[in-house]
């Protein structure tokens, strides 16, 4: 396969010397997998379809571990249907010539990964269910981030406060980098200031990103680091946090999209 002779090698007729000699057919071997897969896909599809129907109409289950299993059926579903017949007909229809089904390696590793690892968060669902019930008097009410020792304030930063000082010290010593060797290019250099321009652009994208976001969370962090109880008291800043955190999100991708052509250009 590496010097390019794979169909060859495979579907050639091949003798082997082992006090006996054995011929394989070059037509016989293809149509045979190419059936066995075929019925190996359709009851891959049918079983697959059947789970997520089993999933979507089963009412009995708590939203967060349907979702879980929802998740798990629909990447099994994808693979049996998509990808996998998707291999396999390439792989057939290029059986005198070194198969293009490579195009479609990083789409299989991907959903494969995804489909084992979809049991994980499942089997963590369970554990903690099991042995850690808690059961809330009611569906509805306030959820508080409120630390109990100062490593549990540690454990409040993960969500927002830790990535955007990565991102902020990053931003900076990009910024850094850039005027260094800004200063050391030749007044004649046009090519290296493009390729510092190109930096500096990436930078401000990632600056303008990561300002947005502190704009937006930092009140929801302090209320709820500092105040928990006042979310409880006042309603309405529980909607008015729900509300600025949509906003958070939903401008942030206007930004990278701005952003999006220094991020791809090569730097």
């Given amino acids: 396969m590496l010097n390019g002779n794979w169909s060859a090698a495979y579907y050639q007729n091949d003798t082997y010397s082992s006090n006996h000699t ?12 190419a059936t066995v897969n075929a019925i190996i896909h359709i009851f891959a599809l049918l079983t697959n379809l059947g789970f997520v129907v089993v999933v979507v109409a089963d009412k009995s289950n708590l939203a967060g ?10 990447c099994g579903l994808v693979l049996s249907a998509g990808w996998f017949p998707a291999t396999s007909i390439v792989s057939y229809l290029s059986r005198e010539r070194v198969p293009s089904s490579c195009s479609f390696f990083a789409g299989t590793v991907f959903f494969v990964t995804a489909t084992n690892w979809a049991d994980v968060p499942i089997a963590i669902n369970r554990i903690v269910a099991i042995c850690y019930p808690h059961y809330y008097r009611r569906p509805y ?119 999006s052509m220094y991020f791809k250009v090569p730097i």
């Fill in 22 to 33: 054995s011929t394989v057919s070059s037509q016989t071997y293809p149509t045979t997998w």
């Fill in 65 to 74: 571990p349907r979702l879980l299993i929802l998740n798990l059926a629909v």
């Fill in 141 to 259: 009410g306030h959820c508080l981030i409120q630390p109990l020792n100062p490593y549990g304030r540690i454990f409040g930063f993960i969500p927002s406060v830790i990535p955007f000082c990565i991102v902020g010290i990053l931003s900076a010593l990009l910024f850094l980098v850039a005027r260094q060797r800004t200063r050391a290019l030749s007044p004649e250099s046009v090519s290296g200031k493009r390729l510092i321009k190109r930096r500096l652009n990436v930078a401000q994208a990632m600056l303008a990103s990561l300002l947005w976001h502190v704009i937006t969370s930092f009140p929801i962090i302090f209320f709820t680091m500092t105040f928990p109880q006042v979310i409880s008291q006042q309603p309405w800043l529980s909607a008015w946090i729900r509300g600025s955190t949509l906003l958070e999100f939903g401008v942030s991708p206007v930004t990278l999209i701005l952003g």
